[in-house]
């Protein structure tokens, strides 16, 4: 059964940083995309960022450039999501996904085959 754990959010003040990290089992995504989606209380999920199994990465809105780092372990099947200065408007549930494509890299939900349960982010201001 595969499986995507997230882990690593929580509550923070706005300026401060979180790393959350999602773990991969019951089979390897060493070579495939990975990618990071959020969701906030009453909008649709959003493409955060996504890295390729070769380190290439895309981010998405322009409000997280800059900001957050998305990187990955692959000996680990493990990718991270590396928040700093954040803001009371990055709370959201946020979803760890893998595809079972190699030879691309996207941001819309409908490419990604797997997902995590999500993991809440809260940003106090």
């Known amino acids: 059964q595969v499986q995507l754990v997230e882990s690593g959010g929580g509550l923070v003040q706005a300026g401060g940083s979180l790393r959350l990290s999602c773990a991969a089992s019951?089979?390897?995504?060493?070579?495939?995309?990975m990618g990071w989606f959020r969701q906030a209380p009453g909008k649709e999920r959003e493409f955060v960022a996504a890295?390729?199994?070769?380190?290439?990465?895309?981010y998405g809105a322009d409000s997280v450039k800059g900001r957050f780092t998305i990187s990955r372990d692959n000996a680990k099947d493990t990718v991270y999501l590396q928040m700093n200065s954040l803001k009371p408007e990055d709370t959201a549930v946020y979803y760890c996904?893998?595809?079972?494509?190699?030879?691309?890299?996207?941001?819309?939900?409908?490419?990604?085959?797997?997902w995590g349960q999500g993991t809440q982010v809260t940003v106090s201001s």
């Open positions: 019951g089979r390897t995504f060493s070579s495939s995309p």
């Open positions: 996904a893998a595809a079972l494509s190699q030879d691309a890299l996207a941001d819309q939900a409908s490419f990604y085959d797997y």
């Open positions: 890295i390729s199994w070769n380190n290439y990465r895309i």
